[in-house]
């Protein structure tokens, strides 16, 4: 998932799609402490999304694409 997609969503959306993005790494989680995770790469992933998603709403939030200065 790109930035660029993700600030096309609504406000609504995003917060929809960081809640399923928090499930998602729930199960993933469990699933590496029960050993049913094959590919560990994919809770890396999934976090950096959760941080994209944020990213965007902060943004939104605040009021636009502001340089961090």
């Known amino acids: 998932m790109k930035a660029e997609e993700l600030k096309e969503l609504?406000?609504?959306e995003l917060v929809e799609r960081?809640?399923?993005l928090a499930r998602e790494l729930f199960n993933l989680r469990f699933q590496m402490a029960?050993?049913?995770?094959?590919?560990?790469?994919?809770?890396?992933?999934?976090?950096?999304d959760i941080a994209r998603v944020k990213?965007?709403?902060?943004?939104?939030?605040?009021g636009g694409d502001e340089a961090g200065a």
């Not at 029960?34 to 950096?48: A, D, E, P, V």
């Not at 990213?55 to 605040?62: A, G, H, M, S």
């Open 34 to 48: 029960t050993g049913q995770l094959s590919n560990h790469t994919s809770i890396g992933k999934t976090k950096r």
């Open 10 to 12: 609504s406000i609504q």
């Open 18 to 20: 960081e809640k399923e």
């Open 55 to 62: 990213t965007v709403l902060r943004e939104k939030d605040t």
